[in-house]
């Protein structure tokens, strides 16, 4: 078992270091794929303004994606949860009558349980995270955005406002939404692994992973100082596209676009990020089905690379991984100083 899971430098260790900042399900694969090259190079930051209290326990859904996913324990048919799942609990609660919406699985119980009572016990999310990941022998390292309280809301069209789990598990993502909010977010720190991380002389890259740019990637951004330290690092900022050919691989990112008034495309994406960020982001990556938009994307100020960002099999993701890590060594060696 992989005991080392210090944040600081490794000893005599000079290898370049990358941060990615993740949600769910996209975040996670190609969380996967650089874990595969990177090993306990990589450190992940993961989104917790999905994070919610169900039935008295602390759940975390995009933590939980990214370690079940790195230690390939995911339940690759549901996208969340664990694989070999079995449902007792949840049969014993709909006899009892209870809320039966937000589904947990047996084996995934003891994720969450181990989760709330070492939380109870005065531990910090960042603590019990990286316990979890120790115990699930994951090499990378994986931590929360913060480790204060933060909650994702959408805004419906009558002005009331939705917790996170409620619109997506609960609705299926159906009411349209005119915005969100993150109740909390003002009062947040960034976590400790992350400010070590920008303060590792080794970090080559900071790679911002397919996910939802608005909820999911937003907060991470919208953490006090964060984006500002992200943007005044010399390290290349990379994102990858969430759209392909204007649709979202998967949830309800495309979907949200359209409802905001954001064209859902890369281009909406990339002046998403622009407008909220100013000149954040260095380079994009865009699936080879959006190439024709490179030579917009280009005009914005971005360094474009367009090849497969369909990541099917494990391969797909390794594949888009090198990418990212190639390209952040092209950036860096064209921009000495930045
Ligand atoms: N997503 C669902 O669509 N239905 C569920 O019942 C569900 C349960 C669940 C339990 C634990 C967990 O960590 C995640 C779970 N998710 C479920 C996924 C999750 O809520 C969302 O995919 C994310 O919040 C979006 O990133």
């Not at 450190?43 to 933590?63: C, E, K, Q, R, Y």
């Not at 997506?168 to 005119?178: D, L, R, T």
């Not at 330290?229 to 969430?242: D, G, L, N, Y």
Request: glycine residues 6%; aromatic residues 6%; negative net charge.
């Amino acid at each position: 078992m992989n005991q080392d899971k210090s944040n600081s430098p490794l000893e005599g260790d000079q290898k370049p270091i990358y941060l990615a900042l993740s949600g769910g399900v996209g975040g996670a694969k190609l969380a996967l794929g650089l874990s595969q090259l990177l090993a306990h190079r990589l450190f992940v930051m993961a989104n917790t303004s999905d994070d919610f209290i169900h039935l008295g326990l602390n759940i975390s859904p995009d933590l939980d994606t990214v370690m079940y996913t790195l230690a390939n324990l995911n339940n690759k048919e549901l996208g969340w949860g664990l694989a070999n799942e079995s449902w007792q609990f949840m049969n014993a609660l709909e006899q009892l009558n209870q809320p039966n919406w937000f589904r947990l699985g047996d084996r995934d119980l003891a994720t969450h349980i181990t989760r709330t009572e070492l939380l109870k016990q005065g531990n910090t999310l960042s603590q019990v995270t990286q316990r979890l990941t120790v115990a699930l022998d994951i090499d990378a390292h994986i931590f929360p955005m913060t480790d204060q309280v933060v909650s994702t809301f959408v805004r419906l069209e009558d002005g009331s406002a939705l917790g996170f789990q409620e619109y997506f598990v609960k609705e299926q993502c159906q009411p349209k939404i005119s915005g969100y909010f993150f109740e909390g977010i003002e009062k947040t720190k960034s976590s400790k692994q992350f400010i070590s991380t920008l303060d590792n002389p080794n970090l080559a890259a900071i790679i911002i992973c397919p996910s939802n740019p608005f909820v999911s990637i937003e907060p991470i951004l919208s953490i006090p100082e964060t984006a500002d330290a992200i943007r005044q690092h010399p390290a290349p900022v990379i994102a990858v596209s969430p759209i392909i050919a204007g649709q979202a691989v998967k949830g309800p990112t495309a979907k949200m676009m359209q409802e905001l008034g954001i064209p859902s495309s890369v281009l909406g994406v990339a002046e998403y990020y622009q407008q909220q960020h100013g000149d954040l982001i260095d380079c994009f990556i865009i699936d080879h089905k959006d190439q024709h938009l490179q030579p917009e994307l280009e005009s914005m100020g971005l360094s474009v690379l367009a090849v497969n960002t369909m990541m099917n099999t494990l391969q797909d993701r390794v594949t888009l991984a090198g990418h990212c890590l190639s390209l952040a060594a092209q950036w860096t060696s064209e921009h000495k100083e930045k």
